[in-house]
């Protein structure tokens, strides 16, 4: 089966981006493909690149970016979502006059048509969060 | 764009202010009017206030977004639904509730009530029959 995955909550304060990892990583080893992952409002957090959680514990972001390495995942972060969050890449940092940037290179920032697309293409969309 | 129209419902719990939840349904729901599929919204739990009438946010600084639901008519977005429990649980009727409306083409473009008001059992039948549904 075919999915596209939503999560709508930021790392660590909430269960939803945990659970939708491991839901991924279990679909994907009995053979499921995930057609895209998609991070909207608080969700867009987990694609901090500069998160330094304590080394006994997990790194949600770097648990992103293997998974998606591994399977060649789409990982979409709200690019609207994201700018009224303060996460940026280097180029929406420059064309907003900002001095740094956040995004971990494993996601890409697009638009709200990518979580709808997401929608259309896949059999199942599964939302994470409240 | 698509190759099939599926149906889309979005679900709408939460208070229009405080967070934005609210808002950022909204521009969901806005973008899925792009892709030509079947859309409707449903309000439930405090979600009924994001369509309450006279909204005023001037002294809490928050942007009042409330003038746009009556764009989603514009947006052929005409299947609101708003639950009849919700209402009543919180002491509001259909009266407190903003007159969306459309204007049906099919109908030499006569204007049309857009919000319909359905018991929670309607809405589980109703969300049983959706491709995709995206609640906040």
């Known amino acids: 089966m075919k999915f596209t995955l939503l999560i709508n909550e930021g790392p660590y304060q909430h269960q939803a981006s945990d659970t939708a990892y491991q839901f991924a990583k279990a679909a994907l080893a009995k053979g499921h493909e995930i057609y895209r992952v998609f991070f909207y409002n608080d969700g867009v957090n987990n694609a901090t690149r500069l998160a330094v959680p304590p080394q006994d514990d997990r790194n949600i972001t770097e648990n992103w970016a293997a998974l998606a390495k591994e399977h060649e995942l789409d990982m979409v972060v709200c690019i609207a979502a994201a700018q009224r969050r303060g996460m940026l890449d280097a180029d929406e940092a420059g064309r907003q006059g900002k001095d740094a940037d956040n995004i971990h290179p494993a996601f890409r920032i697009s638009g709200l048509g990518q979580l709808v697309e997401g929608g259309i293409q896949a059999d199942r969309l599964l939302t994470f969060g409240d | ?136």
């Open chain 2, 1 to 136: 764009m698509s190759e099939s129209i599926k149906k889309f419902m979005f679900v709408n719990t939460k208070a229009p202010y405080g967070t934005v939840y609210a808002l950022e349904s909204l521009e969901v729901v806005l973008i899925s009017a792009a892709f030509d599929q079947s859309v409707s919204l449903v309000f439930c739990d405090d979600g009924v206030f994001q369509i309450a009438n006279n909204q005023n946010t001037e002294a809490s600084g928050m942007k009042n977004f409330s003038p746009a639901y009556k764009a989603l008519g514009d947006y052929d977005i005409n299947k609101i639904y708003v639950e009849t429990e919700s209402l009543e649980e919180r002491g509001l009727t259909l009266d407190n509730i903003m007159a969306l409306t459309y204007e049906d083409e099919d109908d030499d473009w006569a204007e049309k009530p857009s919000i319909i008001p359905a018991t929670r059992a309607e809405l589980a039948d109703l969300m049983d029959e959706q491709d995709v549904v995206i609640s906040s």
